[in-house]
T-cell receptor
Framework: AQSVTQLGSHVSVSEGALVLLRCNYS??????LFWYVQYPNQGLQLLLK??????LVKGINGFEAEFKKSETSFHLTKPSAHMSDAAEYFC?????????????FGTGTKLQVIP | DAGVIQSPRHEVTEMGQEVTLRCKPI?????LFWYRQTMMRGLELLIY????????DSGMPEDRFSAKMPNASFSTLKIQPSEPRDSAVYFC???????????FGPGTPLLVL
């Protein structure tokens, strides 16, 4: 069965520190992987996506993620946290099997940035 | 482009009442998704459409929920009768294809008293 696991529902970092949000997935077919960000009282916005091209994907706001097939991971990183990064982050996997799309979102990780 | 448009902006209703949520996807997008978000269950995919046809409704919680897409520019999610446990934020999203980026609407917070 397809699944997404985000380790840590809450992560706190100091401003300027490294941000690391973890995402592991399982799927029986090659996945498309996404990271979305949700600011309070808003819908989700795309940060970045992996669609079988380069394994290191760069997104908006200085975020990047690396697809590691052997580890079934797609962790999100940012070298230096900014106060404006405080939000909830969702990892998602989409697969296509027999013409049907299977969409699975993780449970989300709330990022707190401490001044 | 105006993005995905959802209405109403918020909804408060009493248990037993019918609730209709509306969504206008981005023009040219062939896929439309309905999600529900709660603190307890996170973000859940309820149903998605491809070219106005429902493809996967396995996430619809029960028969009280129904969704339609009469044309490429409009979809509804209906709850009849509504119950307090239906309280959540309901999001609509659209994408060009099944593997492409989904663009989310602002959501409709629903409170059933």
């Amino acid at each position: 069965a397809q699944s997404v696991t985000q380790l840590g529902s809450h992560v706190s970092v100091s401003e300027g520190a490294l941000v690391l949000l973890r995402c592991n997935y399982s799927s029986s077919v090659p996945p498309y992987l996404f990271w979305y960000v949700q600011y309070p009282n808003q819908g989700l916005q795309l940060l970045l996506k992996y669609t079988s091209a380069a394994t290191l994907v760069k997104g908006i706001n200085g975020f990047e993620a690396e697809f590691k097939k052997s580890e079934t991971s797609f962790h999100l990183t940012k070298p230096s946290a900014h106060m404006s990064d405080a939000a909830e982050y969702f990892c998602a996997v989409i697969t296509n099997s027999g013409g049907y799309q299977k969409v699975t979102f993780g449970t989300g990780t709330k990022l707190q940035v401490i001044p | 482009d105006a993005g995905v448009i959802q209405s109403p902006r918020h909804e408060v209703t009493e248990m037993g009442q019918e609730v209709t949520l509306r969504c206008k996807p981005i023009s040219g997008h062939d896929y439309l998704f309905w999600y529900r978000q709660t603190m307890m269950r996170g973000l859940e995919l309820l149903i998605y459409f491809n070219n106005n046809v429902p493809i996967d409704d396995s996430g619809m919680p029960e028969d009280r929920f129904s969704a339609k897409m009469p044309n490429a520019s409009f979809s509804t999610l209906k709850i009849q009768p509504s119950e307090p446990r239906d309280s959540a934020v309901y999001f609509c999203a659209s994408s060009r294809s099944g593997q492409e980026t989904q663009y989310f609407g602002p959501g409709t917070p629903l409170l059933v008293l």
